[in-house]
């Protein structure tokens, strides 16, 4: 009787443990990381029934660490993509693109040309240009706010990630108790071990990480680059770290317990922190992008309407403004200035430039590019003066205010503001400087039938023949206003006064007189004639000794459209640098600028959305094939508590039955 009621007993109490075991799989069935466990149980010594049972969690280490890298894979793509939408959205938008808005600008100028003096045609360019200066600047302030966002959200993501680490390696001291035993018990003990593997699923969301299985149940984490994150005895900290030479471009670094900090490789991180990283670098591109366009325009657009006379009769003035790229030294005693000097915004980068102090006022400038630093200065200099850094084709100077010691830095970054600080300066529509600034006509006793036309005006600064503080401007003292036929056929320049201060030789055809000028001992008149007298001329048809040609302001000339159509020109001259490239095929026109910051960020997000398809495929794959042994399906767990259900009726039947025969062997007594 008592092998009966034993073998019973047993299958009660082992049926009790399996209907408890499916009754917390069902209950369970949509609990964040919980892990399907079963019962099993092993047989006793013959005839005494159900020996031990242990509940085991059902877990493949192999799929489950394939549907983690997967997860990692996903998110970072999904996180690339999701950051770089909407600029890429701004970029190409009908409503946001600037391509109309460069269009537009252009046929207002053509609309301006036909009809100089057109109050109607220079409104239309004013609110064209206008309309475009805000667009660019919003443009740019809306892909720096998103630039920030990312940011942001990494800041956030490191300190989500640090408590995750930290929370693991809790859960792996808890387990580490728990676990010589675990098997033993309800199943209970389980629920920290799924804790722990959710935290490490969240984790490979932010990281590309692998793990590592060591005694006890716990679970050591490495990043996949190797570097360890959760040991037996502690858990990381990431921090950022400021850049080497771009502070904001920080690197991360890792330490355990305060120690000493280890920089990491920002590009093999992956995760939901890698695609930050990523997209940060992205953004930051296409902002100095952007900022070239704005440098093109302003210098352009102002050199142009410096170089003609507006509807009052005044030297054009700036039809743009950008405000100059200032940047503090890493000690804070001292400023450097980047300033786009006049004519050469063509040269402008999207490198940045890192001045490096090996002095009081001694320092070396190098360039960097996509965060790449020259391996030699690219310029030496003191700070009595400013750098310019025209000649080495970058386009802008740098001046120095302050104090500087040796070992002081500093980061300039010359077209990255110009993006957010793009304005529009002009504010009337007699502020287009159509009309030519100077002009040329023949003396009406030549005896030949030869004219003069403007070749080009070049500059009205300071430094110029022409004098811009009066109103109409004049010719300095000393300017080339007349040409003379000379008996030898050449061309003789020569002041108000009559003095004659060279020739240019017959041979020159009359065309650039001034720049060919030459001095008695037959060296150049003009060093730089672009500069001084910063205008030039051609005489073209049948000259005769003797014959005057004079030159003059083109004062009240506004019907004349002669610097208008230089603004014309702009629209197919090659006026933005691509990139940092250099040679022949370095510079484009605003239309194509912009069309290749279009078409490559569009690309590249192209192929991260269809690299985002793949990783989340594969990733469904993954976590099918993981849930497939480890998730709980309720209709098995239906069919098992039926069935332990009904081994519990049987087994309650069992010790019934050992009942009846004890009190029957009772009554026949």
Not at 38 to 58: D, F, Q
């Amino acid at each position: 009787m008592a092998d009966i009621l034993k073998i019973g007993a047993s299958g009660v109490s082992t049926m009790q443990k399996g209907l408890q075991t499916t009754s917390n799989n069902i209950t369970n069935v949509n609990s964040e990381g919980y892990t399907r466990q079963r019962l099993v149980t092993y047989t006793n010594t013959p005839m005494l029934g159900a020996g031990k049972s242990i509940v085991e969690r059902l877990s493949n280490e192999f799929a489950q660490a394939e549907m983690w890298r997967d997860t990692s894979d996903s998110a970072y793509y999904n996180k690339v993509y999701e950051q770089l939408y909407s600029t890429d959205q701004l970029l190409s938008g009908k409503g946001t693109s600037l391509a109309d808005g460069i269009s537009g600008i252009f046929s207002a100028v053509e609309y301006a040309d036909n009809d100089p003096s057109s109050s109607a045609a220079r409104v239309d360019l004013l609110n064209k240009l206008e309309g475009f200066s805000k667009s660019l600047s919003n443009m740019g302030s809306q892909v720096q706010q998103n630039l920030e966002t990312v940011k942001a959200t990494l800041d956030s993501d490191i300190t989500e990630t640090n408590d995750m680490l930290q929370q693991i390696y809790s859960l792996n001291q808890q387990v580490r108790k728990v676990w010589p035993n675990v098997r033993n018990t309800d199943g209970t003990a389980y629920n920290l071990v799924d804790q722990r593997d959710l935290l490490i699923e969240k984790l490979s969301k932010k990281l590309d990480i692998r793990v590592v299985d060591s005694d006890y149940g716990v679970r050591n984490i490495n990043l996949a680059s190797g570097q360890s994150l959760v040991l037996d005895t502690c858990a990381a900290t990431l921090e950022q770290l400021p850049g080497l030479v771009n502070p904001e471009d920080t690197r991360m670094a890792y330490s355990f317990n305060g120690g000493t900090k280890t920089v990491l490789n920002n590009s093999t991180l992956g995760g939901e922190i890698g695609a930050s990283l990523d997209d940060r670098t992205a953004l930051d591109e296409a902002l100095k992008q952007l900022g070239q366009t704005a440098v093109a325009f302003t210098d352009s657009f102002n050199h142009v309407n410096h170089c003609g006379l507006d509807l009052t009769n005044k030297a054009g003035g700036d039809i743009f403004r950008i405000q100059d790229s200032e940047a503090v030294t890493s000690s804070g005693n001292g400023t450097v200035t980047s300033h786009i000097k006049e004519t050469y915004g063509k040269d402008v980068s999207t490198a940045d430039l890192f001045v490096k102090f090996t002095g009081a006022d001694k320092y070396e400038i190098y360039t960097v590019s996509q965060g790449v630093q020259s391996d030699k200065p690219v310029y030496n200099g003191t700070t009595g003066k400013d750098a310019d850094l025209s000649d080495l084709g970058l386009g802008v100077t740098l001046s120095f205010d302050g104090t500087y010691a040796a070992g002081d830095t500093c980061f300039v970054r010359p077209a990255r503001a110009a993006a957010t600080t793009f304005e529009l300066a002009a504010t009337k529509p007699e502020d287009f400087a159509l009309a030519s600034f100077v002009k040329g006509s023949a003396d009406s006793g030549n005896f030949g039938n030869a004219d003069i036309r403007l070749a080009a005006v070049t500059n009205t600064d300071a430094k110029s023949a022409l004098d811009t503080s009066t109103v109409p401007p004049t010719f300095r003292d000393g300017a080339p206003v007349r040409i003379q036929i000379q008996n030898d056929g050449s061309y003789g320049v020569l002041d108000k006064d009559g003095n004659l201060l060279g020739k240019a030789p017959a041979s020159t055809n009359g065309q650039s007189v001034l720049k060919n000028a030459l001095k008695d001992d037959g060296t150049p008149l003009f060093t730089d004639s672009a500069s001084y007298p910063g205008y030039d001329f051609n005489i073209t048809g049948t000259a005769s000794a003797g014959d005057t040609f004079v030159l003059a302001i083109n004062q009240n000339g506004f019907s004349d459209n002669t610097n208008g159509l230089n603004f014309a020109k702009l629209a197919t001259d090659d006026t933005v640098r691509d990139g940092t490239s250099e040679g022949a095929d370095s510079r484009m026109t605003f239309t194509e600028r912009y069309a290749a910051l279009v078409s490559d960020f569009g690309s590249a997000l192209n192929t991260v959305d269809t690299s985002r398809k793949a990783a989340d495929a594969k990733l469904e794959a993954s976590t099918s094939n993981y849930d497939s042994n480890s998730a709980v399906s309720i209709d098995e767990e239906a069919t098992n508590l039926v069935m332990f259900q009904q081994y519990y009726q049987a087994s309650a039947k069992i010790i019934t039955a050992s009942q009846t025969v004890f009190n029957a062997l009772i009554q026949a007594v």
